[in-house]
């Protein structure tokens, strides 16, 4: 790899992001019971 | 093959950024903390057989995670120099067959109804995945940010935290789907996979490599070493033990909470808090401790270590005793404010320690002397549920009611903390006698 393309960059963090971002969402939602 | 996962073609080409080693770390830690959600098995593996008396019991099942969590700490602590001398696609690389192939034991384990294939594909073949896994990243992370160590290994530590987040709900999916052992299939599948794209991905920075604009320092702190200690040196010292005990006491502290968050909140505030809504309380939890993995980190890259553990501890004690009163006066919203604050910091202490071994120790043993210290949290493991769960089953037989008898395990949680506050105020830096020479690094093989 030389160099290292903005398109890496985003499929990296999005590969990691995506998941963990509706892991995040998931439990917000769960959480959400607990204030109404 | 052999090749491919040597420390020697890992090293970063020119022009690689420095930002793609994070996600390499997540794709690690997100899967590997799967361990932390590993109970959502628990209730469907005592049915495999219908429910019947050859089924299996809770207290049988609960042996796995112990399992786990115990080669956590011994493949971490025996492993860790070769982790560290392996470079951390080799570490990846293995702890994602571990772990992944580890899934795939348990599954035949589960349809074979075999116990102890569980015990030992998830239990010790997993174990040691988690172990290999946690600490595969730390080092290579502090080294590509010596300008923000804590902030660097905050990042993956979170994904550790964050990991149960998607594990919980996925695992629900797939047992709804395809069965539990199709789903331990599925996500040994899975989890082998995206653990070896952050294997694929990772680099290390070639040597004597620093940051675009980065200027080390002229005078180092009095805390913060530049130089370099071997690992076994590291062991003898007394700074390690002390920081052994900083970190033992913040999880105990929290890990004894962390699995009666639910049966307190509901116990503490009866009638307003259900299942359900507790349920929605350790969500929050699971959110804040992993929220905390980033931002104590990020913060302690600012104030130092030492501060950083001072405020855990200070605050934590008075969030500790505050706890009770949050009951005795009614307040349900100060009782959940305390209790995120609280598992932030847990989560900050485990995301913290990393950079203070590299402040004290120097980078190039980092990773194994991370690997030795993690004993530390097999202990408080042990330690921080038998506190509170005796504690409040003693409470509760001399006629205390439940909805207070958490508030003399919150006092003795403090008191951890006062330990803890004690054992980082002793912690000064380590004597240069413990300093490696280049001849001795050279002797060991360290590049």
Redesign the interface.
């Known amino acids: 790899m030389n160099g290292t393309s903005k398109l890496q960059l985003i499929l990296a963090w999005g590969f990691v992001g995506i998941p963990l971002a509706w892991g995040v969402i998931q439990t917000l939602a769960s959480a959400v019971k607990l204030f109404q | 093959m052999s090749s491919f996962l040597d420390r020697s073609h890992t090293v ?6 420095r ?2 080693v994070p ?2 770390a ?2 690690v830690h ?1 899967c590997i903390g799967q361990v932390y959600a590993f109970s959502v098995f628990n209730l469907p593996m005592t049915k495999l057989l219908g429910g019947t008396a050859a089924d299996w019991k809770l207290t049988e099942l609960g042996w796995i995670f112990s399992i786990a969590i115990f080669m956590l700490g011994a493949s971490a602590a025996v492993l860790g120099r070769w982790v560290e001398e392996g470079g951390p696609r080799r570490a990846m690389f293995t702890a994602a067959l571990c772990f992944g192939g580890g899934f795939l034991i348990a599954a035949l384990g589960l349809s074979l109804h075999a116990l102890w294939l569980v015990y030992l594909g998830y239990g010790f073949i997993g174990g040691i995945g988690l172990g290999l896994g946690y600490i595969s990243p730390v080092s290579t992370l502090i080294k590509w940010f010596p300008d923000r160590p804590g902030m660097a290994t905050g990042m993956a530590i979170m ?1 550790f935290g ?8 996925l695992s629900v999916w797939l047992m709804a789907s395809f069965g539990v052992t199709g789903s331990f299939v599925a996500l040994g599948l899975g989890y082998t996979v995206f653990m070896m ?1 952050g294997a694929a ?1 990772v ?1 290390v920075p070639p040597e004597g490599w620093q940051p675009e604009g980065y200027v080390p320092p002229a005078q180092q702190k009095k805390l913060i070493t530049d130089q370099h200690v071997y690992v076994f040196t590291a062991v003898k010292t007394p700074q390690f033990w002390l920081i052994w005990i900083v970190l033992c006491m913040n999880v105990t502290a929290g890990i004894g909470v962390l699995g009666q968050a639910s049966a307190m909140s509901q116990e503490m505030f009866p009638g307003r808090v259900t299942a ?2 507790a ?3 350790v ?2 939890t ?2 804040f401790n992993m929220g905390g993995r980033f931002f104590w980190a990020s913060i302690s890259d600012m104030i130092g270590r030492k501060n950083t553990y001072f405020i855990f501890f200070v605050l934590g004690a008075v969030l500790y005793i505050l706890v009770p009163q949050t009951g005795a006066v009614g307040s349900l919203s100060l009782f ?1 404010v305390c209790f995120l604050v609280i598992f932030s910091m847990y989560g900050g202490g485990f995301a913290t320690v990393p950079a203070y071994l590299k402040d004290m120790f120097g980078t190039r043993y980092v990773g194994a002397i991370h690997g030795m210290l993690i004993t530390a949290w097999s202990a408080a493991g042990i330690l921080g549920p038998v506190l509170v769960n005796y504690i409040r089953e003693y409470q509760i037989s001399i006629g205390v009611p439940k909805a207070q008898a958490y508030n003399i395990t919150m006092y003795i949680m403090a008191g951890l903390l006062g330990v803890g506050f004690v054992a980082n105020l002793l912690i000064t830096a380590v004597h240069e006698k413990h300093h490696m020479v280049e001849d001795e690094s050279d002797a060991i093989g360290v590049v």
């Open positions: 970063a080409a020119p022009g690689f950024n930002w793609m996600p390499a997540l794709c997100l994904g964050g990991a149960a987040l998607v594990a919980s709900p794209v991905i680099r359900l809504t349920a929605g309380f969500g929050l699971s959110l959940v």
